[in-house]
């Protein structure tokens, strides 16, 4: 079935950069994980002990509870490992807090696991409970929010930021123009050729993020500011994004959506949030509201809020198009790091490399670590775009 997507995707032309997909299939080692080399310093204070011998339990934990996008990534995570012989277990907090994961890290290095992958609620507050795990040696690898380099042996990277943020802002931009989504050519060479013909008011956007301090939101927020800064959009989109926060809490974004209905003030919501982008999906439609959506959504959770078809008119929806990533694949490549971390001394440093086996209808792929802001990142994927083309496949998947 993954083969039929990857087709319909690599009409986009911004997927150039997609993993290969093959139709290899590699049979899943049955034995447990071999003995391990001790995981290298990633610095802090505390040296290492004794290191993982890949036994134990394999801990993934989400931001919180109760968010699809968690429980996929999780789902590609746990088929991965568990196919090698490992014990995988699922953790997240209730409340999207640093303090509720810190609690549940702290019980769980108590217990003795033997690694921890981590979405975070936040840059700081880790420390005392990142050096704990890091004393009884318990490798830490970060998926789509960052940990601390401090810790982490590195971060798997769904995308790169900065395509992200300038995706979305073209997103936006495109959609208040009335423009659908530019199948086979790049979004920003169409702005390219629309916008100075644009003699309207000044476009507003908005943004409906998660928390005021979750990492992984105000990286691409950071990226949106740094595209609307580019001159094409002078004079013709602000600079400045109207931002709120609903803490990926369905209840907290439908309020925040209702804040900028009520205020109309923005001309479309950019929601990078799937929690956000649902809520506000509702919120818009329900009101008839003008302010159309885009953002980072699952399908099938926005099905109702965008067309579905090829011959559907796509702003008779809120949200006309929409981004997102292979996110079960996405959980499989952090799968793939912590085996290499715990069978073959995998750092995570600069340059070193580690070699996933084929999953689903990914072929075997090899990935090389590379450095971005003093940090080691595994570049897993690229965004796709879910359009009026291809939603019909993929609410069936994601
Ligand atoms: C939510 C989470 C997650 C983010 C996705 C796009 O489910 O906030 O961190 O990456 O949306």
Redesign the pocket.
Known sequence: MMKKFLALMLSVSMLAGLAACGSKETEAPAEAPAQTEAPAETGGDAEPAAPSDGSGKHIFM??STG????DLMYEGYSEYMNALGYETEYDSPAETTVAAQVQMLDELITQGVASITI?TNGDTGYDEVFEKAKAAGIPIISI??EASVNYRLAHIN?AEVQDIGSYLVQAAVLITLGIDYPEGKEMEDVLAEELPNYSGDEIVLGVLS?GVD?P??NSWIAAMEVELAKDMYKGKVSPNLDKKYGN?DFQESTTQANAFVAENKVDCIIS??????AAAGQVLKEAGSEIKLTG???PSEMQGFMPLKADDDAFASVCPYMM?WDVIHLGAVAGAAVDAAVTNGWTGAEGETFTMAAFRDYAEEEYTVYTQNDGTFVLAGTPYIFYKGNMAEWINVL
């Open positions: 989400f931001k968010n699809s996008f968690g979405s789509d929010s769904q998660a979750t992984v939101q990926d990078p949030t799937t929690v956000g982008i980072l959504g699952l997102l």
